[in-house]
């Protein structure tokens, strides 16, 4: 299991935590290689992570990887050869970073791993900010198990892109929380990229393969973004989102609030797009006078559901980087 090792975690309250400039942040030049801008979670983060750069004065150097994990090796490949003084990763899928993260290590210059995490020796990297994204899977499965009690219920599922870390975790979390409760079965899973486009794509083809979603009683996807995508094409096949085919997510971006407050969504998991304010603070220390992270900063994962007021929380999310 990726990352779930003994690790020594440090829980931060996501948002709320990183405004303090430490001594040496000035003069801190920090290249950041993002994902893409497959979600409006990603949007949040990257924005996120610009701003807290400035706030704190950090000359931040960004690398749209477009979804492409050979982009991101030439963008930190580039970074080294900038003689950056650390290097922030969002890394795109779980395996494949050795060699790069060798590199890094060899120039001395810190990896910070933002929001999804990899397959590889722990003293490659200083730290990595991330939720436990098995939790994330958790915490919806039990939403559901507890919101359909004994009745027979099949679930469709939306996967993250293949090979990420939130994808295989958040599914594995999913399918342990379900596991004994008979009546809920997984009857299909395919990925949607973490996309609008093919969260709705798919979801078609399953409510397709399904009798027209009939023989559907709830989406799980592994972000809100599918979801929002996925709603869609429940709406348009002439069912009732939330009501005919339950709808539970991880995110938390207020889109899916807004869905919540129509009855068309169920139930989110959040995730702080906040992950640079964390790794500011560590890497701030860690060039003040040397103190060494905990190897995973873990971040919150709150569940909401159609009870917590959605279009109150729909207002305070979109002052935060949304
Ligand atoms: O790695 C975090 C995931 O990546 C978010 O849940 C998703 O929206 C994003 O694309």
Redesign the pocket.
């Known amino acids: 299991m990726l990352i779930r090792r003994a690790l020594a975690a440090t829980l931060i309250s996501g948002l709320m935590a990183s405004t303090t400039i430490a001594a040496g942040a000035a003069d801190m030049t920090v290249g950041f290689s993002q994902?893409g801008s497959?979600?409006?979670?990603?949007a949040a983060e990257t924005s996120l992570t610009k701003s807290q750069a400035e706030e704190r004065g950090i000359d931040l150097k960004f690398a749209d990887a477009q979804q492409k994990q050979e982009n991101q090796i030439k963008a930190v490949r580039s970074f080294i050869a900038q003689g950056v003084d650390a290097i922030l990763i969002?890394p795109v899928v779980a395996t494949g970073w050795e060699g790069v993260l060798e590199e890094a290590k060899d120039a001395e210059i810190p990896v910070v791993l933002l929001?999804?995490q990899i397959d590889a020796p722990e003293d490659l990297y200083l730290t990595a900010v991330t939720s436990d994204q098995v939790h994330e899977g958790k915490v919806a499965g039990e939403w559901l198990v507890k919101d359909v009690g004994d009745a027979e219920c099949n679930v469709v599922e939306l996967q993250?892109?293949t090979g990420?870390?939130?994808a295989i975790n958040r599914k594995q979390g999913f399918e342990e929380a379900i596991a004994g409760h008979d009546n809920i079965k997984i009857i299909r899973s395919q990925t949607g990229d973490?996309t609008r486009t093919k969260g709705k794509e798919v979801m078609e083809s399953f409510i397709k393969a399904e009798d027209g979603g009939k023989n559907i009683c709830a989406l799980y996807a592994?972000?809100?973004?599918m979801a929002v995508g996925a709603i869609q094409a429940i709406k348009e096949a002439g069912l009732k989102p939330g009501t005919d085919i339950k709808v539970v997510s991880?995110?938390a971006?207020p889109d899916i609030f807004q869905a919540m407050a129509a009855g068309e969504a169920n139930a989110t998991v959040e995730?702080t797009p906040n992950m640079a304010g964390p790794a500011f603070d560590a890497l701030e220390k860690y060039k003040a006078d040397g103190t060494e992270p905990p190897k995973w900063i873990q971040t919150e994962s709150k569940l909401y559901t159609q009870a917590d007021d959605p279009m109150k929380v729909y207002e305070e999310k979109k002052g935060l980087g949304y």
């Open positions: 994902i497959e979600s409006g979670w990603r969002a929001d999804r993250g892109t990420s870390s939130p973490f592994h972000n809100d973004d991880i995110d971006v995730l």
